[in-house]
Each structure stands twice: as C-alpha cells, then as structure tokens.
C-alpha cells in the first residue's frame, strides 16, 4: 500500500527565505508523486508533479520539487518565499500509472513573515 | 468556465437526518472522487469512480454512499450522519480514469456540522 509522510505540520519563513516542504513516500511499484497548494478558503491546486524521466520538477509560482529514490523522498522549495505563498501545501502518491486514486499526506501549514 | 461546483457550500444538520451533498463537473472528466480533510489529518478518500456506474471505496467509506448515474454528477449521500462526520468535504474529477495521469481539479468544498 501506498503512504506519505510530510515532516513538519507547520513552517514558517521569512519573505525571502527558502522554503523547504518535505515529503517521503511508501509505494510498492514506482510511484507518480505530487504537489498540491491550498489557498485559504479554496480548493487544492496541482503545483507540480513527478511521473518519470528527469528528476528535478519544476511547477507553477517558482516551485521545484527533487525526486530521489534512494531516499523516498520528493521535497519542495523554493528560494525565496513570497508573502503569496502563504498557504497548506499537500504532497501525494500514486502507484504508478495504473493508479486508481491519490494518498495525500497530512499537509503542512506554511507561514511567510513579513 | 471548467469547474468542479459543490452544493451547498455550508451545512448544519442534526444526527441522523439524511443530507446530501452534489458534486457536477462540467470538463466531461472521467474520474470522480470524494475527500474529507480533517486537521491533522490531511485529506483522506471516502470513494471514488472511475467511469459511470463504477464506483470503488477510498480509505474512509463507513457512513456514505455514492452514485455514478450521469458522467458530470457524483453525490454524496450521508444517510444517518454523525457528530463525527462533521468535515469539510472535497470533490474533485480528473480527465483520465486514473488521477495518476492527469491534475485532479477540485471544488470549493462544503463544510459539514452534524450537531
């Protein structure tokens, strides 16, 4: 079975910083991974995802997640946080393309300090 | 406009009276899914479909049904809802049959108080 596991529940960066959302993943075949962003009050938005070939994902607002398999992990960042960006980011996983359904993780709350 | 559209958006009910909730998408997506997200707790899958009259569990089905009569329309139906069914509820459709392939495009949500 599938899971994921988001270190960290809450963040906080200062406008500028890096921002660092980490992700690792349980799958038993490989996995399809992605990125979601949930504004306030809003439905979840794909950011980025990760199927096969290169590694290094790039998404929508300066995003960029790293697939490593010999870490199970697929982190996000970004090198400098926006007040925008303020929001409850999700990372999921699918197995593979025959994948009937995303397992979401728990969320991680990111806070961006004026 | 492509959307996902939830109704309603807002409800406050009483245990043990039977709700539902709508859920129609109008990008004549395959896939059809439920989540409820719970602090903590992220989102967890109640059921999802596949195609019309294909509906399979997620993670979390004890307490709800569903159906998959027309392509753009999937309900949730809470037929005896409980105090611990009070959520906020997700819909979401994706264009292929497997959400693997493709973004999942969600609803604005409905958020659920069973007193």
């Known amino acids: 079975a599938q899971s994921v596991t988001q270190l960290g529940s809450h963040v906080s960066v200062s406008e500028g910083a890096l921002v660092l959302l980490r992700c690792n993943y349980s799958s038993s075949v490989p996995p399809y991974l992605f990125w979601y962003v949930q504004y306030p009050n809003q439905g979840l938005q794909l950011l980025l995802k990760y199927t096969t070939g290169a590694t290094l994902v790039k998404g929508i607002n300066g995003f960029e997640a790293e697939f490593k398999k010999s870490e199970t992990s697929f982190h996000l960042t970004k090198p400098s946080a926006h007040m925008s960006d303020a929001a409850e980011y999700f990372c999921a996983v699918s197995e593979g393309t025959s994948g009937s359904r995303l397992t979401f993780g728990e969320g991680t709350q990111l806070t961006v300090n004026p | 406009e492509a959307q996902v559209t939830q109704n309603p958006r807002y409800l406050i009910t009483v245990t043990g009276k039977k709700l539902t909730v709508t859920c129609s998408q109008n990008m004549n997506h395959e896939y059809m899914s439920w989540y409820r997200q719970d602090p903590g707790l992220g989102l967890r899958q109640i059921y999802y479909?596949?195609?019309?009259?294909?509906?399979d569990k997620g993670d979390v089905p004890e307490g709800y049904k569903v159906s998959r009569k027309e392509k753009r329309n999937f309900p949730l139906i809470l037929e005896s809802p409980s105090p611990n069914q009070t959520s906020l509820y997700f819909c979401?459709?994706?264009?292929?049959?497997?959400?693997?392939?493709?973004?999942?495009?969600f609803g604005p949500g409905t958020r659920l108080t069973v007193l």
């Open positions: 479909s596949m195609n019309v009259e294909v509906t």
């Open positions: 979401a459709s994706s264009e292929d049959r497997s959400p693997a392939y493709n973004e999942q495009f």
